[in-house]
């Protein structure tokens, strides 16, 4: 039997804990966090805390002293441990606001729970076999002051990805309010097109992602030609390779999309330098 945390108290993952009056229930009124942890080491915490602490404050929840992020993290740590996932696991953390209605909230107070699933060592090398994927056009996700973080109001994703699984793809590209290309439903997008590399800005809605403020770092470090820039579909189906980044699989490259196929060259040189 495995166990979250559910603020601050540990349960058997069988053991509800929120009301039907909860706001993250009623509203996804909060957010969350995708860590990994790799050989008892929380990878790159102080960027995703701070880009946690960012949102929360967006979202105006109040912050009691003894709400830290350092408690966060001792309580993930000790959860891995309990679950005995020291050596590979993905971390969700979550909060969210407490009971009331739009206009009478209890209060706004920081809630959360934390889960751990352990993850194959081979999780964080880059894939063997290209992945299929596709463009979702049903819905678009909007480009405003909450669109960077890791809010609870997925729909546009949490669509796509049914969308992706119907048509038997690995993920699904999700558009902005533009019809320009945002995320894929779980990471952040980059395409390589002759000697340059481009991703969405976050002006285009996009997450800021850990992984992907890293790469463009690593990328401009190397001497490699990175651009931020609207991208189409178009420009998708017109580039010579295309890859996925987030904190669980670094780099995942791309195969094909519709009927056109990518290479991987600069995807592996890529991959190298962030090992």
Same mark, same amino acid.
């Given at each position: 039997?495995?166990?979250?945390?559910? +603020? *601050?108290?540990?349960?058997?993952? =069988?053991? $509800?804990?929120?009301?039907? /009056?909860?706001?993250?229930?009623?509203? *996804?009124?909060?957010?969350?966090?995708?860590?990994?942890?790799? %050989?008892?080491?929380?990878?790159?915490?102080?960027?995703?805390?701070?880009?946690?602490? %960012?949102?929360?404050?967006?979202? @105006?929840?109040?912050?009691?002293?003894?709400?830290?992020?350092?408690?966060? @993290?001792?309580?993930?740590?000790?959860?891995?441990?309990?679950?005995?996932?020291?050596?590979?696991?993905?971390?969700?953390?979550?909060?969210?606001?407490?009971?009331?209605?739009?206009?009478?909230?209890? +209060?706004?107070?920081?809630?959360?729970?934390?889960?751990?699933?352990?993850? $194959?060592?081979?999780?964080?090398?880059? +894939?063997?076999?290209?992945?299929?994927?596709?463009?979702?056009?049903?819905?678009? &996700?909007?480009?405003?002051?909450?669109?960077?973080?890791?809010?609870?109001?997925?729909?546009?994703?949490?669509?796509?990805?049914?969308?992706?699984? %119907? /048509? &038997?793809? +690995? =993920?699904?590209?999700?558009?902005?309010?533009? *019809?320009?290309?945002?995320?894929?439903?779980?990471? /952040?997008?980059?395409?390589?097109?002759?000697? &340059?590399?481009?991703?969405?800005?976050?002006? @285009?809605?996009?997450?800021?992602?850990?992984?992907?403020?890293?790469?463009? %770092?690593?990328?401009?470090?190397?001497?490699?030609?990175?651009?931020?820039? #609207?991208?189409? #579909?178009?420009?998708?189906?017109?580039?010579?390779?295309?890859?996925?980044?987030?904190?669980?699989? #670094?780099?995942?490259?791309?195969? @094909?999309?519709?009927?056109?196929?990518?290479?991987?060259?600069?995807?592996?040189?890529?991959?190298?330098?962030?090992?």
């Amino acid at each position: 039997m495995q166990y979250y945390i559910y +603020n *601050g108290k540990y349960y058997t993952e =069988d053991t $509800p804990n929120l009301t039907p /009056n909860n706001r993250g229930l009623r509203y *996804g009124d909060g957010l969350f966090e995708t860590l990994k942890v790799e %050989k008892d080491n929380l990878l790159f915490a102080t960027e995703h805390f701070d880009r946690l602490w %960012k949102g929360l404050h967006l979202l @105006q929840f109040d912050l009691p002293n003894l709400f830290t992020k350092q408690k966060l @993290q001792n309580e993930i740590m000790a959860l891995v441990k309990k679950n005995k996932h020291q050596l590979f696991a993905r971390v969700r953390l979550m909060v969210f606001k407490g009971d009331g209605g739009l206009y009478d909230a209890v +209060n706004n107070n920081s809630n959360y729970t934390i889960q751990t699933w352990a993850l $194959p060592s081979d999780k964080g090398l880059i +894939n063997e076999n290209g992945l299929v994927i596709g463009i979702y056009n049903e819905a678009k &996700k909007s480009c405003d002051i909450f669109s960077s973080i890791k809010h609870n109001n997925f729909l546009p994703y949490t669509m796509a990805a049914l969308f992706a699984k %119907k /048509n &038997k793809w +690995n =993920d699904a590209l999700v558009l902005n309010q533009f *019809g320009n290309i945002c995320d894929s439903t779980i990471a /952040n997008v980059f395409i390589c097109k002759g000697d &340059k590399i481009f991703t969405p800005p976050l002006t @285009q809605g996009c997450i800021e992602g850990i992984t992907r403020n890293r790469i463009i %770092k690593t990328l401009n470090e190397n001497g490699f030609n990175i651009q931020e820039k #609207p991208l189409t #579909p178009n420009n998708i189906l017109q580039a010579d390779e295309v890859f996925l980044t987030n904190a669980i699989t #670094p780099i995942k490259w791309v195969k @094909q999309i519709e009927d056109k196929t990518y290479s991987n060259k600069v995807v592996q040189k890529i991959y190298k330098l962030i090992l």
